[in-house]
């Protein structure tokens, strides 16, 4: 059975340069959710979307971060600008619905350098 | 402001033992207390989870205790393994907040 897929797994960029990682919740999951992990921290919620609309997109932590899923499966989280400090490992996870159990992909490790 | 802290850090036990992380949370509203574990390179799996109905519950090896009035729950490892070995992050939700983590090493 395939799980919350993410690509690509390693993504090195050079600072101010736009970059887009992919998810790929299980099949017929209708929430899914973006988190960002730093090293020896826990994840960090970015933003939720409940089929193909933000449900909540608090955790954004600028206008230069955004984050769509457009026919409610595939997610694409979209950081323009890059800086230093976004460099962390970005988690997807998704959920039958809202309060159900949480599937984490493997994540993207994004390195700007 | 941190809405739901972790401790230990990190955690040293003999085969056989007993683990026990503690997480303490602010926002009332919460209503769903899950416990993830993370391997490296991996993204955190669920482990157990509660919500604040109940005071205790148990699977297999792990357990909850949730003290709804000390805005605190624990994760109980028993009988911890070396394959237990891992990252242990407790959460809340709704808005999905976790804890630091506890890094836990089970010593053969």
Redesign the interface.
């Known amino acids: 059975g395939a799980g919350v897929s993410q690509t690509p797994s390693n993504k090195v960029t050079e600072k101010g340069k736009y970059v887009e990682l992919r998810c790929d919740p299980i099949s017929g999951h209708t929430a899914l959710y973006w988190y960002r992990q730093s090293l020896g921290q826990g994840p960090e919620f970015l933003i939720y979307f409940q089929g193909t609309g933000a449900a909540d997109d608090s955790g954004l932590p600028n206008d230069r971060f955004f984050a769509v899923r457009p026919e409610g499966s595939v997610s694409t989280l979209k950081i323009q600008r890059t800086e230093r400090g976004d460099s962390a490992v970005y988690l997807c996870a998704s959920s039958l619905d809202r309060h159900d159990e949480q599937f984490f992909g493997p994540g993207t490790r994004l390195t700007v350098l | 402001q941190q809405q739901?802290k972790?401790s230990p850090q990190s955690l040293i036990v003999q085969k056989g033992g007993i683990s026990i992380i503690n997480c303490a949370y602010e926002n009332t509203a919460f209503?769903?207390f899950?416990w993830?574990q993370q391997f490296p390179?991996?993204?955190?799996?669920?482990l157990i989870?509660i919500r604040p109905d109940v005071s205790e519950k148990k699977e297999g090896r792990f357990t909850i205790s949730f003290n709804k009035s000390a805005k605190q729950f624990s994760l109980h490892i028993m009988d911890s393994q070396p394959g237990d070995s891992a990252t242990y992050?407790c959460?809340a939700?709704?808005?999905?907040?976790?804890?630091?983590?506890t890094t836990l090493t089970v010593k053969p």
């Open positions: 739901v972790q209503d769903y899950p993830y390179g991996k993204g955190p799996a669920l989870a992050f959460a939700a709704g808005k999905s907040t976790f804890g630091d983590g």
